[in-house]
Structures are given as C-alpha cells and as structure tokens.
C-alpha cells in the first residue's frame, strides 16, 4: 500500500489530502500476485487533512515535549482547602500578622502544618519540599525563604524563647510548673476560635468528650534546654530517651481534636489532668453554652480524689477502676452477671468511688477475653525465647541462673509470670501463681460513672468509644501521616510551636475523613492520602514560549474525591500557558 500528500485547490483555497492506493482481486476467492493468480484493479483512497496552517497547528499540539515536570497537587489542595473551609487560614493570618523576610509570618505555621500530613520533613528541607508542590504558586512565595533558620527566627515573634527565659529568672518555681511557664495563648485562641467554626460546619458530638495524654520520645541530648523534655515511663518503651507528654480533649463523634496542651514529660497522668482541670472545663463551657451536661469519658490513669473533686458539680465522668481493687467483683461468677449488650455480658452495683457515689458496671467480653490470652501468650513466649538465647551465648554453661537472667525477668514486663530454674545443665521454666490472677481479670473492665442513674449500655457504649482518641494518637505517631516523633527541637518554645502545629494537621485530617465519611466513601486516613497523593500537576515544556500544565487522570474514586474537595478551583487558580 503507497501513500501520498497532494494539493487541492477550490475556489482559490489549498488543502491537503492523505491518498494511499492499493490492488484487490476483483474476484475474493482468487489469491496471490503471479501471473494467472487472477485479475486484480486499482484501488484509492483519500482522507482530508487540512489547510497548511491547521496541518502546522496539530503537529504543534501533538509534538512531544523537551521536559516533563510533576508537582505534588492532590493531597496539598485537599489539605489547603480543607483549612479555608473550616478557618484555620483565616485564624492564622489573624493571629500571626506581619512579615518576616518578605514572607507572611502565618505562612510559616500553615506550611508545617501541611507539610506534617503530606511528607513530613526537617524545617532546614521545607524550602525543597514546597518548591516540589503547587504551594509557592498557589500562596504566591519564594521557597528559598523556608529553612531552619527563619522558622526559628518566626516562631519566637509568636512564643518568645527570650520572654520565657526572663520569667523564669524572676519566677524560679516556675520551672519545676507542669507546664513550664510557657505562654501559649495565641496557640490557644487560635484553637478556641477553631472550635467555635467547627461547631457549625462538623456534627460534633453534642455533650460526650474524650480525654487521655500520651507522650512522645525525643533525641534531645544533654546539655537541655528544654525544661517540657524529661526523662519518664515512655509509652513506645524508649524508656532511656527525653520525652514530652501531650494531654488532648476530643470530640466523640469523629475524635476531631477540641483542646490540647504540652507539658512535663515526667508528670504522671492523673497530676497532669488535676492541673489542667480548670482550663478543660472552661474551653468546653465556653465552647459548648447552650450544653447542660458535659461528659468527659476518661482513661483509668487519671483517676485520683483531688481530680473528681474538681469534676464534681460541673460535669459528669466515665472511668474505669483497677478490677484488681475489687476482688469481690472480679471473683464473681459469670452466671450472675444480669445484663447483655454489645456482646458484653455486664454486673451493676454502686460504690463509693474516691469520695463520690457512683454507678458500676462490670463487664465481660469473651472476644477481649481471648486477645489478652493471646498477647499474654506472645509476651510469656518472647520472653522464654530471649532467655533461652541468653543462655546459648555462654561458651561455658554456668552452673546456677545467671544474674543476667535473673535481671532480664525481674525487668520484664512478664517476668513476674514465669520462674527460671536450673537443672541437670538445662534452664526448667515454670508458671507463677500470678498468671492465674491475670487470667482471672481476663476480658473484665471495671466501669464507673458519676451519674448512678445513668444507664449500664449508656456507660459501656461510651467508655468503649474512647477508642476514638486513642486513634488520633496512633496518627500522631504514623510515620506515613504526622509523625511527631521523634521530636528533634531543643527548646520548649519550638517544641511547643510544633506540638500546635501537629494537632492541627490531625484536626485537618480527621474533618477530611468526616467529609469523605459523608460522602459515602468510607476509608481511612492512609488511604485517603494515597488515593489524593496520586493526582499530581504535569508540567510539559515545549520550548521557551509554550508549556502545557495538565493534571494527571483521575479514577471513579478519585473524580468523587476531586468533586468533594472542590480541586478544580485550584487548578484553575494555578498559572500555565497554553
């Protein structure tokens, strides 16, 4: 088959044409080319292309181009528009005005607040990071400005490290205070106001709230400057490195974060909580007016007198006890247990609880039952398995048990399970009596509520969806999401700046998740990032004068997620040239 271009004119106009010709046998049955194979005829064929000028356009259009660039555009545009929708945007640039190196100074709060759930990085490499992103077209700044050095020079124009050190000259106490004499309060009104948006855009829960503290090591080293950084029992088991301690208050509906504070990482829970008491309560009147009976849903560890004291007459609690406290309750059989709900069979009574009458429900779940089987298995196994290669490593077999592992069991969380002794050059392992006390406990909580009238389901239900802020630590800690740790600043006014900074990328997040809840598209916080991280902006330059910016395609889910969080509007704000 030979094809040709050819000129036509008509009416004094040239246009071109594609012709390709070719030979058919006039009869189908007959086959091949030699002589006698059978009569054949020309054949022709010709497909319009245009005039000169539109032949010149579309070989424009469809040559390829000398570069190819990509920038981060779904996940940063869901996260900026999420923060214009609830008002953090607007909070930042009212809260933190003026500029610093010709660069607004509330840029220099919402970019690290991006940063922690997109790609969480140094403050010394957030300049690289933005330059890969849509942001400095977008918010219209140089990301050369972006590095540790101005950071730090921003942050102490909002939380003075130099005012702080000046208080505690002349203050010396407080520097042994839970919170270590910072001044936070644009921090705070920042939050407060947050909280008020929130209420009218999110369906927060209207009277249950969640309270725990967590704490999250650091690699500060002495000398320290950071009086928040202390040494203490470190949740992660990083026991021998620095911590600080972050209290938060969450809503129970979707565990969108609602108050927050830093403080000692050598406090324990329950003086951290007596200590913020009054300001948790005052946010959460303030916050919530028109709410007759606040209920906070509180973990066992903050349980004292002093606290309930403080709770008592200005809102209701739901806790739980240390079944252990209760013998009575735990030997009682499970034939006695009266009640039924959520796969919990439950026993009520009432008790004095430090100081205050209150209702009990004692509840069992065989589920919860076999999981601490089961991790108490692993646990006593993994432990058997470390001694037994401690012992193995001796070239010598020693005669007795080792101190060594006479140690490794009594520092071990389930040493006190096991007894190790020795006999006829081999290690004997035997079960103590205090396995069949925790046995015994298995599947059980003890639950209590300030409210005697208040109903048994009613206090299971809500002790049980506590989970919600143990969720949005875990989130924290993601090293795919937030990442807060390892905390690497060394002064407490930065670490204080970058705990805010943190929480509020995790109240983004969680009214992300709620939006697209919504919507009918259940997913969690990971997914949700891997399904925007893939949109990005493609860039393709075809010499100096023409580029072309599309963004990459889109699939069902993500078309819905486009939709959702209204990204065509971004796109159609970013500057390109056709």
Avoid at 129 to 153: C, E, G, H, V
Avoid at 190 to 208: H, M, R, W
Avoid at 411 to 428: A, P
Avoid at 489 to 518: E, N, P, S, Y
Wanted: glycine letters at 6%.
């Amino acid at each position: 088959m030979a094809g040709k271009i050819y000129a036509k004119q008509i009416h004094g106009n040239t246009y071109y044409y594609y012709q390709t010709t070719w030979r058919e046998k006039i009869d189908p049955n007959n086959q091949g080319k030699t002589s006698g194979s059978g009569k054949s005829r020309v054949r022709t064929r010709s497909e319009y292309l245009g005039t000169a000028d539109s032949i010149y356009q579309q070989l424009k259009e469809r040559n390829a181009p000398l570069e190819v660039r990509h920038r981060e555009f779904g996940f940063i545009a869901a996260i900026y528009q999420t923060a214009v929708e609830i008002g953090l945007v607007s909070l930042l640039k009212k809260h933190i005005p003026g500029q610093r190196y010709g660069v607004p100074r509330w840029l220099y709060f919402l970019l690290p607040i991006i940063n922690r759930l997109q790609y969480a990085t140094s403050k010394q490499k957030m300049g690289d990071w933005a330059a890969a992103t849509i942001l400095p077209d977008l918010l219209d700044f140089d990301p050369k400005k972006f590095n540790s050095k101005t950071f730090w020079y921003v942050t102490d124009d909002v939380i003075s490290e130099k005012e702080l050190q000046e208080r505690r000259k002349n203050q010396p106490e407080l520097a042994d205070e839970l919170f270590v004499g910072l001044d936070d309060s644009i921090f705070c009104a920042i939050e407060e106001n947050l909280i008020n948006n929130l209420q009218q855009q999110c369906d927060l829960s209207e009277n249950v709230f969640f309270y725990d503290a967590t704490n999250f090591f650091t690699y500060i080293e002495e000398p320290l400057r950071a009086l928040l950084a202390q040494s203490g029992h470190n949740k992660d088991s990083h026991h021998h490195l620095k911590q600080v301690g972050l209290a938060m208050c969450v809503d129970k509906e979707w565990g969108i974060p609602l108050f927050h504070t830093l403080y000692r990482g050598n406090a324990h829970d329950s003086k951290t909580f007596g200590g913020l008491i009054d300001d948790l309560i005052a946010r959460l009147q303030a916050s919530f007016r028109d709410v007759d009976n606040l209920v906070l849903v509180l973990d066992k560890g903050n349980n004292s007198q002093e606290n309930f004291a403080s709770l008592q007459g200005k809102l209701q609690w739901v806790g739980s006890l240390v079944p252990s406290h209760y013998a009575d309750l735990i030997d009682l059989p499970l034939e006695q247990y009266e009640g039924t709900t959520q796969a919990h069979r439950f026993h009520r009574c009432k008790r004095n609880v430090f100081g205050v009458d209150c209702a009990l429900v004692l509840t069992y779940s065989s589920k919860l039952a076999r999981k601490q089987e089961h991790t108490l298995q692993n646990g006593i196994n993994k432990l058997k398995r470390d001694i037994l290669d401690a012992w193995n490593s001796y070239k010598r077999r020693p005669k007795t048990v080792p101190k060594k592992i006479l140690r490794m069991i009594e520092e071990r969380r389930f040493g006190k399970y096991i007894t190790v002794t020795y006999e006829k050059d081999q290690l004997i392992f035997a079960e103590t009596e205090a396995i069949d006390a925790k046995r015994k406990r298995h599947g059980k909580n003890l639950l209590f509520c300030s409210d005697d009238k208040a109903e048994s389901g009613w206090i299971i239900t809500q002790y049980l969806s506590k989970e919600k802020v143990e969720n949005d630590f875990k989130i924290l800690k993601d090293p795919e999401l937030i990442r807060w740790r390892p905390g690497r600043h060394w002064t407490d006014t930065k670490i204080r700046a970058f705990g805010f900074c943190c929480v509020m990328a995790l109240v983004l997040i969680q009214v992300m998740l709620q939006k697209v809840d919504r919507a009918g598209l259940r997913m969690s916080a990971a997914v949700l990032k891997e399904e925007l991280t893939d949109l990005k902006e493609i860039l393709m330059i075809y010499d100096d004068k023409n580029a072309d910016m599309k963004v990459s395609r889109r699939s069902s889910i993500q078309q819905r997620l486009w939709n959702l969080f209204d990204l065509g509007s971004i796109e159609r704000h970013l500057p390109y040239t056709n």
